[in-house]
């Protein structure tokens, strides 16, 4: 069986100069390495107390759902602005390669006080992203009990951002 690395397809030069893309399309279009990148991530919550699992808009989505799917635990979605209809709390953050920020929404209803969550998203470059989702989460009352990664871009120091909490990455890279 191949290593989850072998399922990532390198990108050199994208979005900008300098830069390697670590695509996981490639990952999503195999089906051993999409069960092996679930199965994975979900190894990494085996021991870990929580109540609910939330991902981030988009690819938080594509891997937070199945894995809260076959551990029997409810998912929460964490949107763009404007993308939810009922009433929600805002956080912005920075974008990872330029100097705009961004924000995402959380419904107001959809973490309970004193649930514990995990976090869900397919990468951490900065850290700001998920800084900004664990924030909402605890505004609401929540405990983030684990931050779970697909990749890890280690150049980038996003891990540093969220030294309080509990973080794993299954791939990590050196660079950025």
Known sequence: MKKLEEYIRSIPDFPE?????????TILQDAEGLKL???SMIETLKDVDFDVIVGTESRGFIFGVPIAYAM????VLIRKKGKLPCETIEQTYDLEYGT?????ELHKDSIKKGQKVVIVDDL???GGTVKAC???????GGEVAKIVFLMELAGLKGR??????????????EGK
């Open 17 to 25: 100069k300098g830069i390697i893309f670590r695509d996981i399309t």
């Open 37 to 39: 990148a679930i199965d």
């Open 72 to 75: 029997g635990k409810p998912f």
């Open 100 to 104: 705009a920020s961004a924000s995402i």
């Open 124 to 126: 951490i470059a900065t």
């Open 134 to 140: 664990a924030s909402l989460v605890e505004e609401l």
């Open 160 to 173: 540093e951002q969220l030294s309080q909490y509990d973080v794993s990455s299954l791939i990590i890279y």
